[in-house]
Nanobody, 125 residues
Framework: VQLVESGGGLVQAGGSLRLSCAASGRAFRSYAMGWFRQAPGKERAFVAAITWSGNNTYLAHSVKGRFTISRDNAKNTGYLQMNSLKPEDTAVYHC???????????????????WGQGTQVTVSS
């Protein structure tokens, strides 16, 4: 599975962005998907995850109520809708995928097999 993120950019605090993660290669619908972010000088951190069906999602506490994760398996694309952005959301955002037999997800970085190159999100105050 090859993953390519897009949709990052510069936005003012309080604004919104929608990140996309386009997948190619193996059947995307067989993979759970996650979003992680890495701010300057910090370790990569979990943001959100979604099962292959899209029926179950999990969001980090820091983004709950502001971010939404979704996917469109017909388009082989996953999304991260980010609203009410804060300067502390500034980071490089990566999508990741892991093959799953059941309808499960993971918030653990080490469990993901495939990663995109990342897209920069900068939130100005």
């Amino acid at each position: 599975v090859q993953l390519v993120e897009s949709g990052g950019g510069l936005v003012q605090a309080g604004g919104s962005l929608r990140l996309s993660c386009a997948a190619s290669g193996r059947a995307f619908r067989s993979y759970a998907m996650g979003w992680f972010r890495q701010a300057p000088g910090k370790e990569r951190a979990f943001v959100a995850a979604i099962t292959w069906s899209g029926n179950n999602t999990y969001l980090a506490h820091s983004v709950k109520g502001r971010f939404t994760i979704s996917r469109d398996n017909a388009k082989n694309t996953g999304y991260l809708q980010m609203n009410s952005l804060k300067p502390e959301d500034t980071a490089v955002y990566h999508c990741a995928a892991v093959y799953t037999l059941g309808d499960s997800y993971s918030r653990w970085e080490y469990e993901y097999d495939y990663w995109g190159q990342g897209t920069q999100v900068t939130v100005s105050s």
